[in-house]
């Protein structure tokens, strides 16, 4: 009787070991795997813009619509993906961030907000929207990079646009507008700092051309 107790007793020292062991090697493996997991899923920093816009000398009546067009670009413009070039006719993007949006359509929406800040009264909104515009806004976006040379950073916008008359569809205005603006601060924060003070300056000409096209 003594010995089958002692028996069993080793027994269940045996197996406690063992179930031990397997949960130590199964913890393992769970640190490891939390380990990993950081690299694999490590999220993209989101940039947006807001530009500040100044003031404009509006026309006393707008009694007309505008809408807003998605600007076109380049394949290499066309993304989320925040563009940069450090030498002639190559184009690279930053790996530690992103745009909140494809730049084309960041661009658009910025600036209907811009018009709806410094023009309230003027009836304006997107080419998606179904509206009956009195114009269409058509533009491309030319430059949207950080340029380095030097070593210094540099944001680098250009946009070409066109008012367009409905139902004529006749263009009114043909506008040209491009800024450059040193990085704020160093890295990709600065850079994108840099874009929105040099998108500001594109939005101020653009928008003070646009209104007083109609009444020239």
Known sequence: MIEFVTHSAEDQLKTSITRRAALLVGSAGLLAACNVIPEVDKPL?????????GAVSAPSTLDWQLVVAEPKAGADLATNRIALTRSANRIEYFAEGVWSDAAPALVQ?????AFEDVV????VGRDSAGLKPDYILQSELRDFEAVYAGGSGEALVRITAKLVKMPERKIVKSISAEARQPASGAGLPGIVGAFEAALAQVFDKLIGEILTAPQS
């Open 120 to 123: 309230p009264q003027l009836a």
């Open 45 to 53: 920093n989101l940039y947006s813009l807001s530009p500040k816009v």
């Open 109 to 113: 929406s910025k600036l209907i907000e």
